[in-house]
């Protein structure tokens, strides 16, 4: 083994403990998180990438990212940082403000139409840039609200691979048709007119398509299903609550999802086809395929694969 495969070795043996993921993941990782990363270092050129990581809740998004920044900096060389769509979330009152003159819902952070695309299309543009000593937005969840700007996290060195992760990234529009009738309680009762509902899918009809064409490389985590992403948010609660004492019941897990099950269930049928690479999750989230789509040309996901609107 060379010097430089031990280094690699070292490194990721840190963070599958750090992780607390068992010795056996490694497997994962050779099987399937390294040929995502050889896919992305063989997209990179002299420009910086923009690579976006598709996947519903508690579907493994951030730590997928964590094994490609290890595996692109040790493997290729390159320097990789992950930027999550949580983190460009409208402030708290910026939120309320919308959830009074827009519709009551949209106080409730997740949904398109309650981040800052402009912040986000900002922190893209000075990536492009090869700006050094770049701050990365930073959202607090405990408190609902923005940090400060003078606590996010600053990136030292121009940037080679940003990974932009989220639940509803490369998400397109639905019809009218399809905005009609209310996929759960939630929007039968909360939002009967449809506004609400409206509010978002112009949202991604408008800003958030600009900033999601910005994507080079599309990623997609691939849950079975609607049903296995409940499963996963109440295990996340569940987790917490014993850890903490603090977290959401199930019942309440329940209807905060329900925010999301529309689009979560369009990405769901929508997205696979589009993706650069898709993994497949089983239920207890054990990865079953990665698939990757037919080489296109290097203007990448974002020209090759979207529908016509």
């Known amino acids: 083994m060379t010097?430089?495969?031990m280094k690699e070795r070292g490194a990721i043996d840190a963070l599958i403990a750090?992780?607390?993921?068992?010795?056996?993941?490694?497997?994962?990782?050779e099987q399937h998180w390294r040929p995502l990363a050889a896919a992305i270092a063989a997209r990179h050129a002299s420009c910086p990438?923009?690579?976006?990581?598709n996947g519903s809740q508690g579907s493994g998004k951030s730590t997928l990212c964590h094994f490609l920044e290890v595996l692109l900096r040790e493997s290729y060389g390159l320097h990789a940082a992950t930027l999550s769509l949580d983190d460009l979330y409208l402030t708290r009152r910026e939120r309320v403000h919308r959830a009074a003159t827009v519709h009551p819902l949209l106080a409730t952070r997740g949904v398109p139409g309650t981040h800052d695309v402009a912040l986000g299309e900002a922190v893209l543009a000075a990536v492009r840039?090869?700006?050094a000593s770049l701050p990365l937005p930073r959202f607090d969840k405990a408190r609902d609200d923005r940090t400060a700007q003078a606590d996010w996290p600053v990136i030292a060195?121009?940037?080679?691979v940003l990974l932009l992760e989220g639940w509803c990234i490369a998400a397109t529009p639905q019809s009218a048709e399809a905005l009609a009738e209310p996929v759960n309680r939630l929007e039968a009762e909360e939002?009967?007119?449809g506004t609400w509902r409206a509010y978002v899918n112009a949202a991604i009809e408008g800003p958030y398509r600009a900033l999601f064409a910005q994507i080079d490389f599309l990623?997609?985590?691939?849950?079975?299903?609607?049903e296995a992403v409940l499963d996963w948010r109440q295990l996340q609660e569940s987790k917490l609550r014993a850890r903490t004492g603090r977290g959401m019941s199930n019942s309440e897990v329940a209807r905060f999802v329900m925010h999301y099950e529309r689009l979560t269930r369009h990405l769901l049928v929508d997205l696979p086809g589009r993706a650069d690479a898709v993994v497949s999750l089983s239920a207890d989230h054990a990865v079953t395929g990665l698939a990757f789509a037919a080489p296109v040309?290097?203007?990448?996901s974002a020209n090759r694969a979207q529908p016509q609107l």
Do not use: H, K, N, W
Not at 157 to 160: C, F, H, L, M, S
Not at 219 to 226: R, V, Y
Not at 297 to 300: D, F, I, L, M, T
């Open 3 to 5: 010097e430089a495969e």
């Open 18 to 29: 750090a992780e607390g993921l068992p010795a056996t993941y490694r497997a994962m990782i």
């Open 49 to 53: 990438l923009i690579v976006g990581i």
């Open 129 to 131: 840039d090869g700006r």
């Open 157 to 160: 060195a121009p940037i080679d």
């Open 191 to 193: 939002d009967p007119d």
């Open 219 to 226: 990623i997609m985590l691939a849950a079975p299903g609607f």
């Open 297 to 300: 040309s290097s203007a990448g």
